[in-house]
């Protein structure tokens, strides 16, 4: 009692000014979060397409999802496509390019050159790399043709099925690549300089050093760097929007796209939510999942 | 000279990977300026100059003239202004008191706000269109959502799912968490009201923070696309230049000239920030890893 009222002297205003300052931030995360949330959850098992009332139908977009639809089950290969390029060159180009830059005078002026892409809007980057995918006038055949590719063989980039998400994955390389080369670049200065010494006057070399020290020890940062883009990827919207739509044939749809288009162009709310609560657990598997590897790891 | 690159072979080689690859990174930027300034006939030549020939301003004549690119720009700047002094506003206040100030269920709210970051937009987004969409009293709506549109096509559908978002407050809040509690007690035996303690003691010991979550908070609002696409209707006057840009695209999908105009003059503002801040670029992207 005498205790408590000792504190209550010491901070007399706290405890009320204190709700009052969190106030405007926990009613928005009430009203644009938390509610969201359940709703969300509620509409996935509903069909509803706003202008009429919501109607309960228990599992059937769950259950309409993994066996009549098999477009959504194609989204996330289309993503893995997307990933299996993607996440490789983020991760090795990334760590080389700072392993490089490690100690250098100049490191900062490569640094900030790197970065320039990750400036542009990803509407604004895909309308310079529509020009750049060009088949005809664009750049990038431009180079394959002053290599002496014959013009039947170029390739059609994100007009064709087959090369599509490979070309979308490039432009997405173009974009984060050097976001990953600073965070890699913290991550190499944090490496103890003895460990290092002790390796060159073991006479190791460049090669020896990369793959059997920087790479091992790097592994946090790797995790890292890992998940955050396997996480993004599945949510892999702007660029497909604005490139290709989703298509030629299915082949760049992802799940959000999808989503998007349920939601928004046939107005299948229910369905759409049952879509995003999928992908929610999808996407918090995969958090959960860095979360432990990364923290564990030191 | 030999000898000379005999020791230094190592360094020459990173020099010329690192450059290349500068040269890699940056054609497409130089690509973009060099169409911008080049006449169409020229854009549609095979194959194309790699440098720049006769220079004309024709394409941004047209999209200031023709696309009303100001007008876009505007509603960009307005959105983008208005969502970062919310969540410096909002987000220093809550990251604030849950640092610093004893209150009940403190850590319990904290706790719950901070699982809410594991949770991507797309969940949500479906649903806060509905709540912008049924928002009571807004767009001629009744009390229950009823009857109009809510805020759909405003600056306010744009602004308010963003405006004081979590990541604000968690990420402030421990930056008010390394500032010693003592501090602010000297003001408050003086008197001052807790605004006060917060406003002038606390808030400018954590300016570069701010600095740095506005850059954040900027980069996201200036590039933000889907939700402002969803909330308008097509061309709407209150396009931000991501949505007018698109529809540009989407109505002239080989207007190559106009379109790389719009996406600089899009570019300009977060290229001349990153040459003024750029240290808390790179301090922003570290900091995402904590």
């Known amino acids: 009692m005498n205790h408590q009222n000792v504190a209550k002297m010491k901070r007399p205003k706290s405890n009320k000014a204190g709700y009052i300052f969190i106030a405007p931030a926990v009613l928005f995360f009430l009203v644009f979060t938390a509610i969201p949330i359940v709703v969300a959850v509620y509409l996935s098992f509903t069909r509803y397409g706003v202008f009429d009332a919501p109607r309960w139908i228990g599992l059937r977009n769950y259950i309409n999802i993994f066996t009549v639809d098999p477009v959504f089950l194609q989204s996330f290969r289309n993503v893995s496509v997307y990933v299996a390029i ?15 830059l490690n100690n250098r005078k100049d490191a900062k002026v490569f640094r900030s050159i790197y970065y320039l892409p990750a400036l542009l809007s990803i509407i604004a980057a895909s309308a310079v790399w529509r020009f750049m995918f060009d088949p005809t006038y664009g750049t990038l055949n431009q180079i394959l043709r002053l290599i002496g590719m014959q013009s039947q063989n170029l390739p059609q980039w994100i007009y064709h099925p087959s090369t599509a998400m490979a070309s979308i994955a490039l432009m997405s390389l173009w974009m984060i690549l050097g976001i990953n080369i600073v965070i890699y670049s913290a991550a190499v200065r944090g490496i103890p300089k003895e460990v290092v010494e002790a390796a060159e006057i073991d006479g190791a070399s460049s090669m020896n050093m990369f793959w059997r020290i920087i790479f091992p020890l790097l592994r946090p940062t790797t995790f890292f760097v890992m998940t955050m883009t396997i996480i993004g990827s599945f949510q892999l919207y702007d660029q497909i929007y604005a490139l290709t739509s989703g298509g030629p044939a299915g082949s760049t749809t992802t799940p959000v796209f999808l989503i998007y288009m349920n939601a928004f162009d046939s107005f299948n709310m229910g369905y759409a939510s049952a879509q995003s609560v999928i992908l929610f657990i999808v996407i918090i598997v995969f958090t959960l999942l860095s979360q432990r590897l990364t923290r564990d790891d030191y | 000279m030999k000898q000379w690159f005999m020791k230094h072979w190592r360094f020459v080689i990173t020099s010329l990977v690192l450059i290349v690859f500068a040269a890699l990174m940056i054609l497409p930027i130089y690509w973009q300026i060099l ?39 505007w509603n960009t700047i307005v959105i983008t202004g208005l969502v970062i002094i919310t969540n410096l506003t909002f987000g220093s206040l809550a990251a604030y008191a849950f640092a610093k100030l004893r209150f009940r269920f403190r850590d319990g709210i904290f706790k719950v ?133 698109q529809q540009f695209v989407a109505e002239n999908p080989v207007a190559y000239g106009p379109m790389m105009a719009i996406s600089l003059i899009m570019s300009i503002f977060p290229f001349i920030l990153f040459i003024i801040a750029q240290r808390y670029f790179m301090r922003s992207v570290v900091t995402t890893m904590r």
């Open chain 1, 86 to 100: 993607v996440v490789p060159s983020v991760v090795l180009i990334s760590m080389v390019v700072a392993f490089m």
């Open chain 2, 35 to 73: 169409i911008s300034v080049r006449e169409t006939d020229a854009i549609n030549q095979v194959p194309a100059p790699w440098f720049f020939t006769e220079i004309t301003f024709d394409h941004f004549r047209r999209v200031f003239e023709r696309v009303r690119v100001m007008r876009y720009l």
């Open chain 2, 113 to 245: 706000l901070l699982l809410s970051l594991m949770i991507p937009g797309v969940v949500t987004m479906l649903p806060a269109y509905l709540v912008i969409l049924r928002f009571p009293f807004a767009g001629g709506n009744n009390l229950f959502g009823q009857g109009g549109s809510g805020f759909l096509n405003s600056y306010a559908g744009i602004i308010l799912p963003g405006a004081i978002t979590v990541f604000s407050v968690f990420f402030l809040r421990q930056f008010f968490k390394t500032i010693p509690d003592d501090i602010g007690e000297a003001a408050r035996i003086d008197g001052a009201s807790e605004f006060r303690v917060f406003a002038s003691v606390y808030l400018p010991l954590v300016k570069p923070a701010l600095i740095t979550l506005t850059i954040f908070t900027f980069q996201g609002a200036w590039n933000a696309f889907l939700w402002p696409n969803i909330i308008l209707t097509p061309g709407s006057e209150r396009s931000p230049l991501t949505v007018a840009l």
